[in-house]
């Protein structure tokens, strides 16, 4: 019964959410969502991002993410990331590294259009003595093992892209992550936002509300949330519709930029409920004035 518990667990996890991590902070995470982000605003900058996906479930994913990106060289923005997946308990422990570039193109003035792309290779190691049956299926893209080809350890690889457009203080942008890929430990999934900053007159309030779709497989997610800066503070509400509520709060101190988050996440259709966790941080080296349209991104 344990067994049969512990391996339900692990199948909700991936058929209902297979996927690639999804962080609530993609404003420390921009360059795994949307490539064209890499450098937004003319940031330099390191980021570190730590979650604990529903720690309580079987299903649970530890994940951390590094990532230093620069938006200040005028031949583009480049940058790099690490992020490690830990699923399932220990399953599968999913490990990447990725280049990004992006190149923001000014249209005409206050609109400028930034194309982005990523190539990432993907290591992934599997521990046998933790799975309870050989068929079971890979926690992060949801495709079933065969006893017969699976091995300890892979790699794999993948591109990804996207395009941000941004007009005065409005934003939209969408990301196509692992839409080419060599090996099958990738999926394709696409992030997609819009939304608008608004400022009080003396810039010491900010107000950004935002609409996304985050798609999956045949999985589809929109999501309405709200990000506010006042002065140092920060704070965000997301709903994501029909199975999960998040909130970030965090503060900017000088060059540095704190936050946490929690996330609570509800589906009735599979009787079950879930908190996550993730905390992240940033120290940004300097800005480049003038550079880009320079605007409050979301949090989320």
């Known amino acids: 019964m344990k067994h049969l518990i512990i391996l339900s667990g692990i199948l909700f996890s991936t058929i209902s959410f297979a996927q690639d991590v999804n962080f609530n902070q993609v404003n420390l995470t921009n360059m795994y969502f949307n490539p064209s982000l890499t450098g937004v605003n003319g940031d330099q900058k390191i980021s570190a991002v730590f979650r604990n996906q529903w720690p309580s479930s079987a299903g649970s994913i530890r994940s951390t993410f590094?990532?230093?990106?620069?938006?200040?060289?005028?031949?583009?923005?480049?940058?790099?990331?690490?992020?490690?997946?830990?699923?399932?308990?220990?399953?599968?422990?999913?490990?990447?590294?990725?280049?990004?570039?992006?190149?923001?193109?000014?249209?005409?003035?206050?609109?400028?259009?930034?194309?982005?792309?990523?190539?990432?290779?993907?290591?992934?190691?599997?521990?046998?003595?933790?799975?309870?049956?050989?068929?079971?299926?890979?926690?992060?893209?949801?495709?079933?093992?065969?006893?017969?080809?699976?091995?300890?350890?892979?790699?794999?690889?993948?591109?990804?892209?996207?395009?941000?457009?941004?007009?005065?203080?409005?934003?939209?942008?969408?990301?196509?992550?692992?839409?080419?890929?060599?090996?099958?430990?990738?999926?394709?999934?696409?992030?997609?936002?819009?939304?608008?900053?608004?400022?009080?007159?003396?810039?010491?309030?900010?107000?950004?509300?935002?609409?996304?779709?985050?798609?999956?497989?045949?999985?589809?997610?929109?999501?309405?949330?709200?990000?506010?800066?006042?002065?140092?503070?920060?704070?965000?509400?997301?709903?994501?519709?029909?199975?999960?509520f998040s909130a970030i709060v965090g503060a900017q101190l000088g060059n540095f930029d704190f936050a946490v988050s929690t996330e609570w996440t509800n589906l009735e259709l599979m009787n079950f409920t879930g908190l996550s966790y993730e905390a992240g941080c940033s120290y940004t080296f300097k800005k480049q004035e003038n550079k880009t349209p320079l605007y409050k991104y979301s949090l989320f």
Not at 110 to 135: C, E, P, Q
Not at 138 to 167: A, C
């Open 66 to 244: 590094v990532s230093y990106q620069d938006g200040t060289n005028n031949f583009g923005n480049f940058g790099a990331y690490y992020m490690n997946g830990y699923y399932s308990n220990g399953i599968l422990n999913s490990n990447r590294i990725s280049l990004n570039y992006a190149k923001p193109i000014n249209i005409a003035e206050n609109l400028a259009i930034t194309l982005g792309i990523s190539g990432t290779v993907i290591y992934d190691r599997i521990d046998f003595s933790k799975m309870t049956f050989g068929d079971i299926a890979n926690p992060r893209t949801g495709e079933m093992y065969d006893p017969l080809e699976v091995k300890k350890s892979n790699f794999s690889g993948n591109f990804s892209g996207g395009v941000l457009v941004t007009w005065k203080n409005v934003f939209a942008g969408v990301g196509l992550c692992q839409f080419g890929s060599v090996g099958a430990n990738s999926i394709f999934n696409t992030y997609s936002n819009i939304g608008i900053s608004l400022s009080s007159k003396k810039h010491d309030l900010t107000i950004i509300p935002e609409v996304s779709l985050n798609t999956m497989q045949k999985f589809y997610n929109t999501a309405v949330k709200v990000s506010s800066y006042y002065k140092w503070a920060k704070l965000g509400i997301e709903y994501n519709l029909g199975n999960s």
